[in-house]
């Protein structure tokens, strides 16, 4: 199961190997003080705020957080896909050192497909129903590679054999609606990886598909691009999804980054009071009612971000400070999180309750059994 590459191939990398690459390579992608706003008649509602993360070659990184947190708009901003009147108001993006964000829509056109992949959470939203799944490939990969259309079609018919399509040489003939839902997501990874893309966004890529399959297709994507060296932004409301694949990941609330860190610190040493929760909702084969739990509270809507940290409402470690400012993204050795009990300058107080958060935090330690995920929401799957 691999896909002939139209680039080098690195060799397959585990995922330490990738966070190792990761220190000493330049960032594949950086996010810098992203800003994302939708101007309204009741005036401008601010959806992303000061965002700002990087993904390394080759390199898994999953986005969680509860429903509204702006997973999707950060998605959507970096492949210049943000819905009018959502708007980038301020930061940058770059792939490989290029800025994306000033780019106008026909070069970004271009970037999409060739240099970034897109996954969606349906199928066919990627698909168009009026053609066949062989024609779309093939004009994707023509689109973007110097290939015949012969060698195009080849190159479709072993992207679909990659992807487990059986009998490719007879379905790259048929239409999306003569797939299944999992085989149509199949055929959505084969156009996303066709020009060998360096990073492939996938915004819940299993969530519309039959729990029965969605590791299968997870699996089918991680093995994918590892073997092409493709970095992914995974953004995911299962919890269990990312412990299985992600190297890093960012945690999202209202907005902005709660917390970002490799992917074992923060199942096991979360530092944010709101990680801390969304791990809380991972089940554990030892004692399994003891540990789900759910965060109380919801999130903020965007017309009611309250002031400071913006968890402070639902945060069973609010202090005075977390009510009037709001903390930036601070160092905590493995990971950054914006929350004022890691902050030297509010220290004492916060000493004290940062080794509370660290006990809270200690009852998570094992692992998540990947079999038994559970969403970032609580909602089991
Ligand atoms: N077109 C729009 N107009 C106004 N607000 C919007 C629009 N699109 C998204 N939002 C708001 O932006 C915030 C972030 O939305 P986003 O879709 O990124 O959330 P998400 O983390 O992907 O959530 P989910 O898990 O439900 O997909 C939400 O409060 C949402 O209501
Ligand atoms: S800054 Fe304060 S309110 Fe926010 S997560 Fe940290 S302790 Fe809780
Ligand atoms: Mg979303």
Redesign the pocket.
Known sequence: MSIPAARPSPSDRSAAGNAAANEASPPLLSVEGLRVEFPTRHGTLLALDDVSFTIGPGEVLGVVGESGAGKSLTGAAIIGLLEPPGRIAGGEIRLSGRRLDDLPASAMRKIRGREIGAIFQDPLTSLNPLYTVGRQLVETIREHLPLSGAQARERAIELLNATGIPAAETRIDHYPHQFSGGMRQRVVIALALAADPKLVVADEPTTALDVSIQAQIITLLKTLCREQGTAVMLITHDMGVIAETADRVAVMYAGRIAEIGPVAELIHRPK???TIGLMGSIPSVVDERERLTQIDGAMPRLNAIPSG?A??PR?P???PV?RERR?ELIDTGSSRAA???HDASVAGTAAARAAAVEDDAAVLREPAKPAEHATASGRPQ
């Open positions: 944010h009071p709101y940290c968890f402070n945060c470690q609010v202090m977390c903390p929350c004022w009990l």
